[in-house]
């Protein structure tokens, strides 16, 4: 403060120097030097105001790095005016290295805020009141099976013109489900969020598909443990009463000629009852196993290699029949599975195409694998005789069947085990032209 208070008082004493004869000069009319030391005095008087106003200066330009955020400014040049002035701009340097810090943490914040929403399975993605897109993850993206979205109007030119008028009039906390086209199930949760006197719609998309799955297969084995349990605690004992009863005809009443003609009647009626009781007690046991599949125990295999072995154990049946067999081993990668699980769905894929292909003059069975974005699929199809549009939906609910000898049993087996593995089973399939069931890991 001591070299701040010299220099501006050397500054007022020599101004004062110029100053002064001024209007001694002004009554001598010497107009020259009127003139110079006017001139003299106005270059010192702003020398002095911008002395003083340094400070001044120095704050506006401090203020100015904060509004813009530009933090790289350093105030240095009038260390010399004194301890003071040196203790001023420490000050201001250590606010705008602080400005600086709190940025880096904030960008750093935001960068594994990102980082976490980018990663998580569920889709977010959320819009102003004109439908900007201000965030949206990679799970999103693959939901909705685009590359890109900035505003939600976008959706309508897409296959998706029903989800834009949801995200359109879905209100804060609301909830409701979309059927996409690729027959998933998602449901959509909205909130809305105040963000810098914005009003911002928050919107997550979540995949239910293999959650609903898993409670109809839940609903179905529990319905089936309790028919069964019910069929075998009242034919057990039928079939057993008939065993008695047999007995009793052939050791009492066998010999009596005279009710032979009756007796070979009940003889015929109780082995009718007895065969028709064992008959739905052994179809009640066929589908113990639909309630007691293993939990899987995984290791790692190759697809190819499990593809392979498969089709060694069916080739007899190809050529049986004459099927043409096309592989097509796009990429060849690592499945973590139950290997005889996995082979059990194979093989039963496989043996309903090519009993769907049984009247066909040229069958042709194909299997594909294929990775695209981490997506592992195996892919079965066949040029066979199809399933009818109402029975696609049907073919996975346990003991419906379009065979006339068929269990209905194999598909939904088949779609469970691929459930325990984390995976699914899908169908696409066209009358008279095939069908191609996809196995996704």
């Known amino acids: 403060m001591k070299n701040f208070s010299i220099g501006i008082?050397?500054?007022?004493?020599?101004?004062?120097?110029?100053?002064?004869?001024?209007?001694?000069?002004?009554?001598?009319?010497?107009?020259?030097?009127?003139?110079?030391l006017g001139s003299i005095s106005i270059s010192l008087l702003f020398n002095l105001f911008h002395y003083v106003n340094n400070i001044n200066r120095k704050l506006a330009r401090f203020f100015e790095s904060v509004r813009y955020s530009d933090f790289a400014v350093k105030f240095r040049s009038d260390d010399k005016l004194g301890k003071s002035f040196q203790e001023v701009n420490q000050q201001l340097n250590g606010v705008l290295e602080a400005f600086r810090q709190a940025r880096a943490e904030k960008e750093a914040n935001l960068q594994y805020i990102n980082t976490i929403v980018q990663h998580v399975n569920v889709g977010l993605l959320s819009f102003d009141s004109v439908g900007n897109i201000e965030l949206i993850n990679n799970a999103a993206y693959r939901l909705l099976g685009i590359y890109r979205l900035r505003n939600i109007n976008e959706l309508t030119k897409t296959q998706h013109t029903e989800l834009y008028e949801i995200l359109k009039e879905l209100s804060s906390g609301g909830k409701t489900l979309y059927m996409a086209s690729n027959e998933q199930q998602i449901s959509i949760n909205a909130t809305n969020i105040s963000l810098r006197g914005r009003m911002i719609?928050?919107?997550?998309?979540?995949?239910?598909?293999?959650?609903?799955?898993?409670?109809?297969?839940?609903?179905?084995?529990?319905?089936?443990?309790?028919?069964?349990?019910?069929?075998?605690?009242?034919?057990?004992?039928?079939?057993?009463?008939?065993?008695?009863m047999k007995t009793i005809v052939e050791l009492d009443l066998a010999d009596k000629p005279e009710?032979?003609?009756?007796?070979?009647?009940?003889?015929?009626?109780?082995?009718?009852?007895?065969?028709?009781?064992?008959?739905?007690?052994?179809?009640?046991?066929?589908?113990?196993?639909?309630?007691?599949?293993?939990?899987?125990?995984?290791?790692?295999?190759?697809?190819?290699?499990?593809?392979?072995?498969?089709?060694?154990?069916?080739?007899?049946?190809?050529?049986?029949?004459?099927i043409q067999l096309i592989t097509q081993y796009y990429d060849d990668f690592e499945l973590m599975i139950d290997t005889e699980q996995i082979e059990m769905v194979l093989i039963n894929l496989i043996k309903n195409a090519i009993e769907a292909?049984?009247?066909?003059?040229?069958?042709?069975?194909?299997?594909?694998?294929?990775?695209?974005?981490?997506?592992?699929?195996?892919?079965?199809?066949?040029?066979?005789?199809?399933?009818?549009?109402?029975?696609?939906?049907?073919?996975?609910?346990?003991?419906?069947?379009?065979?006339?000898?068929?269990?209905?049993?194999?598909?939904?087996?088949?779609?469970?085990?691929?459930?325990?593995?984390?995976?699914?089973?899908?169908?696409?399939?066209?009358?008279?032209?095939?069908?191609?069931?996809?196995?996704?890991?």
């Open 9 to 36: 008082t050397w500054r007022i004493l020599v101004l004062a120097v110029f100053i002064c004869p001024i209007p001694f000069l002004i009554n001598q009319k010497n107009w020259l030097l009127v003139f110079l």
């Open 201 to 244: 719609k928050l919107v997550s998309l979540q995949n239910i598909q293999s959650e609903l799955q898993q409670k109809e297969l839940d609903a179905w084995q529990n319905l089936t443990k309790v028919l069964r349990h019910e069929i075998m605690n009242s034919v057990t004992p039928i079939v057993s009463l008939v065993g008695t």
């Open 259 to 322: 009710i032979a003609e009756t007796v070979s009647d009940l003889r015929e009626a109780l082995g009718t009852i007895e065969g028709r009781g064992k008959g739905i007690m052994n179809f009640v046991n066929a589908y113990r196993e639909f309630t007691s599949i293993p939990k899987p125990i995984l290791k790692e295999a190759k697809a190819k290699a499990l593809v392979e072995n498969v089709l060694s154990l069916v080739k007899p049946q190809l050529q049986e029949r004459r």
């Open 357 to 441: 292909m049984d009247k066909k003059i040229s069958p042709k069975l194909k299997i594909k694998l294929q990775l695209s974005d981490n997506q592992r699929t195996i892919e079965v199809s066949d040029n066979g005789s199809g399933i009818e549009p109402e029975a696609v939906e049907k073919i996975f609910i346990p003991f419906y069947t379009t065979k006339k000898t068929g269990s209905g049993i194999g598909l939904s087996l088949s779609r469970q085990i691929m459930q325990m593995h984390g995976g699914n089973l899908k169908v696409h399939s066209e009358v008279g032209k095939g069908s191609a069931f996809q196995m996704y890991f």
